[in-house]
């Protein structure tokens, strides 16, 4: 750019499998109320991660209803709500979605057992869409879900059903414990790839620099909400540039930390990030709820990578320790070692 | 959460503090000025610092005044960072205490309790020793105006029960050019790895520094090496660092010798700035 200030950029990429227990698994439970609306209740928990949003279209989805008819609950009883193992390792979307897509299967045969038995039909023959059971052949042929998902009472009073509550469940399969001695198993299921890249501005003679612009391209089997998928993405490759360029604990010779607070554990705050690009590839994953690969971690892990290459590349060294404090460049470029 | 208790204050005279002061003092509360609290409280929760009772100078108008008397600037010491610099009348003072902490904490943080500081930056401090302004002090004992470089020698000397009530400038010094010059180790926000504030007067080039050795110095020697125009400036910035009054520092935020290489830096851009090569 001009006499000390180098623009340079790096490329990363990353492949990242969700290893978890074995067994570790999720459950949901729909349950209707008399107005045809459906209760939502899983143990993901909402950490900003919008899952319970997107486990809301799922269901919606399934039942072929408007998601503004589900309440989720947001609140976790860990005496009764079903079990999420861990709202942890990008498997919130995969576990739940799965559970809650056979919570809807169960739900949905429960109606149109009940709409069968009240249309005098085959319930094979009937579908679930826009708060009615009706026959697939002859939609006039119908029943409000509203009428059957408290139990059907018959004009003389007789009634039969009940309230519809459909349970789910998933755990994945055939997971197993790797080997210690080589490594083989399979600890977690689909691989997830993306490449990131980065770029910045150096300067020569402190070796300080500025970050331009990110990139992340990432394989999303399926984007199931654009924007929760683009935010997840873009906080991950903040955290991903924060840990590169600045995240660290410092330690005396005796093991204590000399930076323990927030006033000297510094992470990257708005005005410091990048312009951020990010766009996803499709290419489904058959196990995941409607072809969904896992998202939220994905975003950060090539950053450091895209970053110390930007970084090498502009100041003429193998950078290839974290973080890249500008003097952590210097004594690389200096030949120093690293304090 | 801080693990003790401690009474509250607000006294609305200068005169009432000192006394408040000198009677809690006597009674073993291990009274502390409080000014805008950020460091009583934060350096509280980790229980480095003690005390019973605090007393706020924030209702006391003297510790609140801006204003010009008679062609000098009068600050009061309980003006926030964000005030001095939203202000406007002391561009200098108000764009180095820009660089401290954040907008946020600026909010709260004051010029008083910046100076007083137990941190070793009190960046605040640099615009007053450029300017050679004076420190209107109370306590027990009365008041007094000192200047500024008898008052400060890497801290403020203060007696026991003195606090910091004003400080006065001469207002001129507020049209004269001047640089003010903060870096980080890496991000936007954090103390300093090198501040350099400066002042080009009709003598010569003034300049002081934060976060280079332990305390905030202004020094002659190394002003009078740097004006030394006959010789290339890059020579004068080096023999100039040789005068310090202490060792660049290393710590967390970067090595002396890496300190010292941003700090070069940091001069030339300065003297540059100030028309000094
Ligand atoms: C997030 C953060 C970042 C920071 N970054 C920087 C930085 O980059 N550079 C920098 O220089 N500082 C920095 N600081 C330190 C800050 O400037 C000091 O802690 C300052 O003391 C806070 O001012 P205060 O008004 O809140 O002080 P208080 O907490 O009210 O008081 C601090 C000390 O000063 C004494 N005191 C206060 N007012 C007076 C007075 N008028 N007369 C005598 N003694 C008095 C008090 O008794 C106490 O011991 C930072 C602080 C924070 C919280």
Redesign the interface.
């Known amino acids: 750019m001009d006499a000390h200030t180098i623009r340079a950029k790096g490329i990363g990429c990353f492949w990242k499998n969700s290893s978890i227990d074995p067994d570790g698994s999720s459950g949901a439970i729909v349950s209707f109320n008399q107005d045809g609306s459906l209760n939502l209740e899983t143990g993901v928990v909402e950490i900003g991660t919008g899952t319970k949003t997107i486990l809301a279209q799922i269901l919606a989805e399934r039942m072929r209803m408007s998601p503004d008819h589900i309440h989720v609950k947001f609140k976790i009883s860990t005496d009764i709500t079903p079990e999420h193992w861990k709202t942890v390792a990008s498997r919130g979307t995969f576990l739940a979605g799965r559970a809650v897509l056979k919570a809807a299967d169960d739900a949905i045969r429960q109606l149109l057992d009940i709409a069968a038995c009240v249309l005098r039909a085959d319930p094979v023959d009937l579908e679930l869409g826009h708060g009615y059971v009706y026959a697939r052949a002859d939609p006039s042929v119908r029943i409000a879900v509203k009428d059957i998902c408290y139990g059907y009472k018959y004009p003389n009073g007789n009634s039969i059903g009940g309230q519809i509550i459909g349970r789910g469940h998933y755990i994945q399969r055939r997971m197993n414990y790797t080997n210690p001695e080589t490594g083989e198993g399979t600890p977690g299921p689909e691989w997830n790839v993306g490449a990131q890249a980065v770029e910045i501005e150096l300067d020569t003679?402190?070796y300080?620099y500025k970050l331009l612009k990110a990139i992340s391209v990432n394989d999303a089997g399926k984007v199931l909400n654009p924007k929760a998928a683009k935010g997840q993405v873009m906080g991950a490759m903040s955290m991903g540039l924060s840990f590169a360029?600045?995240e660290t604990f410092?330690f005396s010779g005796e093991g204590a930390i000399?930076?323990a607070?927030l006033?000297?554990y510094?992470v990257?705050?708005y005005?410091?990030n990048p312009e951020y690009v990010v766009e996803f590839i499709e290419s489904p994953c058959l196990d995941g709820p409607y072809g969904a690969r896992a998202l939220g971690e994905h975003g950060l892990i090539a950053m450091p990578a895209a970053l110390a290459a930007a970084l090498s590349r502009a100041a003429g060294v193998q950078l290839n320790r974290l973080?890249l404090?500008?003097?952590t460049i210097?004594?690389a470029k200096m030949g120093?070692p690293q304090? | 959460m801080i693990p003790y208790n401690f009474d509250y204050y607000a006294p609305a005279t200068v005169a009432e503090a000192a006394a408040l002061f000198q009677r809690l003092d006597a009674e073993g509360k291990q009274p502390l000025y409080y000014s805008g609290g950020t460091e009583i409280i934060t350096i509280g929760r980790i229980n480095r610092i003690y005390t019973e009772a605090v007393i706020d100078l924030k209702r006391i108008p003297d510790c609140r005044q801006a204003a010009v008397q008679s062609g000098k600037l009068v600050l009061g010491s309980a003006l926030t960072l964000s005030e001095l610099y939203d202000s406007r009348v002391f561009p200098l003072l108000g764009e180095t205490g820009a660089g401290v902490a954040d907008r946020t904490s600026r909010n709260k943080i004051t010029f008083g309790g910046n100076i007083c500081s137990k941190f070793i930056y009190r960046e605040a401090v640099l615009p007053l020793l450029l300017t050679d302004s004076e420190v209107r002090i109370a306590g027990p004992g009365g008041a007094r105006q000192t200047p500024i470089a008898e008052a400060f020698d890497g801290q403020l000397r203060l007696g026991r029960g003195e606090f910091v009530v004003q400080t006065v400038t001469d207002e001129s010094y507020a049209r004269m050019p001047y640089v003010t010059i903060k870096k980080r180790k890496v991000a936007a926000i954090d103390y300093p790895l090198v501040t350099v504030a400066a002042l080009r007067t009709s003598e010569g080039i003034r300049i002081a520094f934060s976060g280079v050795c332990a305390f905030p110095f202004r020094s002659q020697a190394v002003e009078r090496m740097l004006n030394r125009r006959e010789l290339p400036l890059r020579d004068r910035i080096d023999q100039s660092i040789a005068l310090f009054p202490a060792p660049v520092i290393s710590d967390i935020k970067g090595s002396a010798a890496y300190r010292e290489l941003v700090l070069k830096l940091v001069m030339e851009q300065t003297m540059r700035a100030l028309g000094g090569e």
Do not use: A, Q
């Open positions: 003679r402190d300080s360029n600045r410092m000399y930076n607070s006033r000297d510094n990257i705050r005005g410091e973080p404090f500008p003097e210097w004594r120093e304090p």
